[in-house]
């Protein structure tokens, strides 16, 4: 069986599923200089017990579906500086959140507005009264 070490990259936007980053150093063949490769696994977590940024550890198994074979074995240590209830990765909360980004609509009235507003003043630089 493949037993693999890695770091949860994503988590929360796949039910049973975390996104697991494993990363091998490799020499370079001509160069002889280390290189890190990294891989991204699907995993399947069936009680939902990891998440964003700790280190866990899988294993090859029975596949579940077409791209998820691997298992969660354990979770071996937590990031201590993350709040306790973020378990959504960050791309998941930025897709779902959307009210600090402006509307369409709202974009074009600020432009429209600051057009006229350059207008008018190059109006008043020429001295023709509106």
Do not use: W
């Not at 897709?95 to 432009?111: D, E, K, M």
């Amino acid at each position: 069986m493949t037993i693999l070490k890695g770091v949860v990259s994503k988590c929360g936007v796949m039910d049973k599923t975390v996104t697991v980053l494993v990363s091998r150093k490799v020499t370079h063949p001509i160069l002889l200089k280390e290189l890190t490769k990294h891989k991204k696994y699907l995993v399947h977590d069936e009680a939902a017990k990891a998440k964003l940024s700790d280190h866990v550890t899988i294993q090859l198994g029975r596949p579940v579906s077409k791209r998820k074979s691997f298992h969660l074995v354990s979770v071996d240590s937590r990031d201590k500086n993350l709040p306790a209830d973020l378990s959504q990765s960050p791309e998941h909360v930025a897709h779902t959140s959307t009210a600090s980004i402006p509307s369409g609509q709202a974009v074009q009235r600020a432009l429209m507005e600051h057009r006229q507003q350059r207008e008018q003043e190059a109006l008043k630089k020429l001295g023709v009264k509106v």
